[in-house]
């Protein structure tokens, strides 16, 4: 694991996309998404780069969606 600043707990990363705890908690057991689990207190963790990731890829299923 990097160093831990460089990843966002959940209730963090769910502001950043702009959901609740709970979509971001099934995202992740659906699979859209992954996160690591901190190493002493279990508690998911998410890389900004992998929620700049989704976000990008919600805006171009949305774009593709208004083009039509």
């Known amino acids: 694991m990097e160093k831990l600043s460089d990843y ?3 209730s963090e990363a769910a502001e950043y996309l702009g959901v609740s ?3 971001l908690r099934n995202w992740v057991n659906a ?3 992954a996160a690591v689990r901190h190493p002493v207190n279990d508690y998911r963790l ?3 780069e992998d929620l700049d990731a989704l976000l990008k890829k919600v805006a171009v299923a949305s774009r593709k ?3 039509k």
Request: glycine residues 6%; charged residues 35%; proline residues 7%.
């Open 8 to 10: 966002m707990r959940i």
């Open 21 to 23: 705890p709970n979509t």
């Open 31 to 33: 699979g859209k998404i």
């Open 46 to 48: 998410f890389k900004r």
């Open 65 to 67: 969606r208004t083009a």
